[in-house]
């Protein structure tokens, strides 16, 4: 079974600071591993994903990852937080190939940026 | 990028009532959606998996009956959640991944911006 840990419920950080969100996984096969940005009230925002290829993988508003296999780990990184980027912030992964297209979300990490 | 839509955005009704949320896709076809339930300040739990111009999948301890999903077409799927309790009151939030290559497992799920369902 494949499955999403988010070991931080909130992250607080100054406005232009780094910030990183921090994810694991766990999965039989290689990971499909995705981060989505939600704001309230409203769905899911894809921010990048990493299939294959390089383990640094940049996305949407200056966001970027980092999947590492050994420690499995995929952590959401931004060098300047904004303030704007405050939002609930879920990992999600796909087992390849044994779960079809189902995806297995992390519970969330609320990011909060203070100016 | 793909696009999809949910319809209503919002939805009030009386306990007893059913309802009915749309999920489009509105430049692509979907061969696959995905509905998903979130309560406040939680993930997103997988309800189940439509495929077009077949049965729904049902993840374990999802109430086929008291859900009924339809997947008519390549750009269209429903959730009626049937005689709706306060319990029921959530966020459900659907998914559409387009069809791919066979064996190839790119395709990212595009998520609709969710119908907050409230039962009074």
């Known amino acids: 079974a494949q499955s999403v840990a988010q070991p931080e419920d909130q992250v607080n950080v100054a406005e232009g600071n780094p910030l990183t969100v921090k994810c694991t996984y766990s999965?039989?096969?290689?990971?499909?591993l995705f981060w989505y940005v939600q704001y309230p009230n409203r769905g899911l925002q894809f921010l990048l994903k990493?299939?294959?290829?390089?383990?640094l993988v940049k996305g949407s508003y200056g966001f970027e990852a980092e999947f590492n296999k050994s420690q499995t780990s995929f952590h959401l990184k931004k060098p300047s937080a904004l303030v704007s980027d405050s939002a609930l912030y879920f990992c999600?992964?796909?087992?390849?190939?044994?779960?079809?297209?189902?995806?297995?979300f992390g519970g969330g990490t609320r990011l909060m940026v203070k100016p | 990028g793909a696009v999809v839509s949910q319809h209503p955005s919002r939805v009030i009704c009386k306990s007893g009532t059913s309802v009915k949320i749309e999920c489009r896709s509105l430049d692509f076809q979907a061969t696959t959606m995905f509905w998903y339930r979130q309560f406040p300040k939680q993930s997103l739990m997988l309800m189940a998996t439509?495929?077009?111009?077949?049965?729904?999948?049902?993840e374990q301890g999802v109430e086929k009956d008291k859900f009924l999903i339809n997947h008519a077409s390549l750009t269209l799927s429903t959730l009626t959640v049937t005689s709706a309790h306060p319990e029921d009151s959530s966020f459900y939030i659907c998914?559409?991944?387009?069809?791919?290559?066979?064996?190839?497992?790119?395709?990212?799920?595009?998520f609709g911006p969710g119908t907050r369902l409230t039962v009074l």
């Open positions: 439509s495929n077009e111009g077949s049965k729904a999948t049902y």
């Open positions: 999600a992964v796909r087992d390849i190939p044994n779960a079809g297209n189902m995806l297995t």
């Open positions: 999965v039989s096969g290689n990971p499909y």
């Open positions: 998914s559409a991944r387009p069809p791919g290559l066979a064996g190839v497992y790119y395709n990212e799920q595009f």
């Open positions: 990493y299939i294959t290829g390089d383990n």
